[in-house]
């Protein structure tokens, strides 16, 4: 089992992020939250986060029942940005939970946030 140094992780997911035209990340809760310019940037920084944890804190493979999957949520358009959420879940339950059970977690962590 691979041990993680969880302010390492955090802090090079935040790096990540920045790095990827992101502003403003926040982990909170276990999930990212990003304001991005566009769902394209958004998607991207999905893809680069998903390889980056199963390439440095995985396996290695995504194909592996270890891996990690990164799914993404729009959560609110201001100032000429998007707020984004990713959510970081073992990669057999990536399509498993119902959208009603993702807008609750995610409101929840938007309360969490006081937003």
């Known amino acids: ?13 935040l790096n990540l992020a920045k790095t990827g035209n992101g502003n403003n990340p926040s ?5 990212l939250y990003v ?3 566009d769902q394209d940037h958004a998607e ?6 998903e390889n980056f944890i199963n390439d440095n804190w995985g ?10 999957a990164v799914k993404m949520y729009k ?3 201001q100032n ?3 707020e984004f959420v990713y959510d970081f879940v073992p990669n057999e339950t990536a399509e498993e939970l119902p959208p009603e059970v993702d807008m609750m977690l995610c409101l929840e962590a938007e309360i969490a946030r006081g937003k």
Do not use: C, Q, V
Not at 59 to 68: A, E, F, N, Q, R
């Open 1 to 13: 089992m691979i041990t993680i140094n969880r302010e390492k992780f955090e802090k090079e997911i």
């Open 27 to 31: 982990l909170t809760g276990g999930s």
């Open 35 to 37: 304001e991005m310019i």
């Open 44 to 49: 991207l920084l999905r893809a680069d986060l």
């Open 59 to 68: 396996d290695g493979t995504k194909t592996s029942p270890y891996s990690t």
């Open 75 to 77: 959560l609110a358009d």
């Open 80 to 82: 000429g940005r998007t």
